[in-house]
């Protein structure tokens, strides 16, 4: 498996942890806000149309998605956040995307800088890691509920770019151009996904053994707790024997 279906696999388990902090809370809200600039409606915004999806499966109250599209829209006042990406270098050479949202950005780099430099980390200059990861749509099965031939049959149709067995389910990725078409047709053919979103994937991965596997793993979660980080991306490749002997250790 590659660093981003590791990270997604190990978010959903502490998903509920995060939950009772209100950190899904807070970063979800962001989303809705900043998509909602595009207009407030979902049918003809599907960036809002995703982040909606999203805070209904985190359970988040009506009225809080609600005021968080209006204050985007501006019908309500809020926050002016601005949005940005930072760079740096994990360890084993990993290199690491952060998608930024925040009202002040010079306390929000000054931190992430003080993190990386605290966990086997640096800041690095805008573009040396960008030009490594790619923005695609990127959906994950999971279960044995169907087979290859059945989601390659449906997916391709629909426009996927690739499709990749995942521990028991699948893994597809399309362009951004044709992530809703993709995520509808899942849909439409009863197919649960635990993951769909536009992410970024890095084109290829650096593979860590379990030292620099466990710094990495303990640097990507003390990123992704920042109120500021809206998501982490890495191009760290963890072999599962590995990932058995660190989740142990942890």
């Keep these: ?25 807070t970063k979800l ?5 900043i998509a909602a600039r595009g207009g407030g409606d979902p049918d003809a915004n599907p960036t809002l149309r995703t982040c909606i999806a999203k805070a209904k499966e985190a359970n988040m109250p009506a009225d809080t998605i609600k005021r968080a599209i209006q204050r985007g829209t ?17 360890p084993g050479g990993t290199g690491i995307l952060l998608e930024i949202m925040t009202d002040n950005r010079n306390r929000t780099v000054s931190e992430i800088r003080s993190m990386l430099g605290k966990n086997h980390g640096t800041m690095a200059e805008a573009g040396a890691v960008a030009w490594q990861f790619h923005k695609k749509g990127l959906l994950v099965t999971e279960g044995a509920s169907v087979d290859e031939d059945q989601i390659l049959s449906i997916v391709l149709e629909a426009g996927a770019e690739d499709v990749k067995q995942a521990g028991n389910g699948f893994e597809i990725t399309a362009e951004v151009s044709e992530f809703e078409a993709v995520k509808a047709a899942l849909q439409q ?50 072999p599962d024997e590995v990932m058995e002997k660190v989740a142990a250790s942890g």
Excluded: C
């Design 1 to 25: 498996m590659g660093g981003h279906s590791h990270w997604s696999t190990i978010k959903r388990h502490k998903a509920g942890v995060d939950a009772k902090r209100g950190k899904v809370f």
């Design 189 to 238: 053919a009863g197919i649960h996904t635990s993951v769909a979103e536009l992410t970024y994937l890095a084109q290829n991965q650096i593979r860590l053994d379990e030292k620099p596997a466990e710094q990495m793993l303990k640097l990507m979660e003390i990123l992704d707790d920042h109120d500021d980080v809206q998501k982490v991306h890495a191009n760290f490749d963890i």
């Design 29 to 33: 809200i962001r989303d809705l806000t």
């Design 74 to 90: 501006g019908e309500l006042p809020g926050v002016n956040y601005e949005e940005f990406t930072l760079e740096g270098y994990g």
